[in-house]
T-cell receptor, first 114, second 113 residues
Framework: GAVVSQHPSWVICKSGTSVKIECRSLDFQATTMFWYRQFPKQSLMLMATSNEGSKATYEQGVEKDKFLINHASLTLSTLTVTSAHPEDSSFYIC??????????FGAGSRLTVL | QQQVKQSPQSLIVQKGGIPIINCAYENTAFDYFPWYQQFPGKGPALLIAIRPDVSEKKEGRFTISFNKSAKQFSLHIMDSQPGDSATYFCAAGAPNSGYALNFGKGTSLLVTP
């Protein structure tokens, strides 16, 4: 079946640094990928829609200059958390449309900002 | 703004019981309603999904019931097992947003032996 891979699965960084998370569709091409954020014991909140070859579309309240999204190929989207702060600590999950509008999710990337 | 409302927040059933999780929505543009299962520290995994042209869908022990007029849908887990203990999320997607999913708040299910 369709597989979406995220890397890294865990990352710890110091406050003020930037962190890049990769999302890859392994056996299918995805013109659109979605980035979600999930705080502990909460639901998944859509952050942005990543479109191959064009600018991402951000949800209201999500700072596009802080959460940089690049979708340079049909199998890779990256999310860069710039100048990370402790409040950015969360579980970041990407998903991609693997066909028939079925979203396949990655395993998630847990970010801890010290 | 929560576009999909899910209840209950948590649920405890005995092994063999049939937990039922309910969701409701308002946006009539939604035409895709999946359910996801999530274990701690893992990404959500698609369990089963339904579209509005059918009122019920079964896959193994999982059944979705869909009431288009009431804008409600529910997940039933037949013969529940301790391994089903997880958090379940309902979601809804619409074509005009590229099927970016709107998730319910989740239901934490515990199936006791």
């Amino acid at each position: 079946g369709a597989v979406v891979s995220q890397h890294p699965s865990w990352v710890i960084c110091k406050s003020g640094t930037s962190v890049k998370i990769e999302c890859r569709s392994l056996d299918f091409q995805a013109t659109t990928m979605f980035w979600y954020r999930q705080f502990p014991k909460q639901s998944l909140m859509l952050m942005a829609t990543s479109n191959e070859g064009s600018k991402a579309t951000y949800e209201q309240g999500v700072e596009k200059d802080k959460f940089l999204i690049n979708h340079a190929s049909l199998t890779l989207s990256t999310l860069t958390v710039t100048s990370a702060h402790p409040e950015d600590s969360s579980f970041y999950i990407c998903s991609a449309n693997s066909g028939a509008n079925v979203l396949t999710f990655g395993a998630g990337s847990r970010l801890t900002v010290l | 703004q929560q576009q999909v409302k899910q209840s209950p927040q948590s649920l405890i059933v005995q092994k063999g019981g049939i937990p039922i999780i309910n969701c409701a929505y308002e946006n009539t543009a939604f035409d895709y309603f999946p359910w996801y299962q999530q274990f701690p520290g893992k990404g959500p995994a698609l369990l089963i999904a339904i579209r509005p042209d059918v009122s019920e869908k079964k896959e193994g022990r999982f059944t979705i019931s869909f009431n288009k007029s009431a804008k409600q849908f529910s997940l039933h887990i037949m013969d529940s097992q301790p391994g089903d203990s997880a958090t379940y999320f309902c979601a809804a997607g619409a074509p005009n947003s590229g099927y970016a999913l709107n998730f319910g708040k989740g239901t934490s299910l515990l199936v006791t032996p």
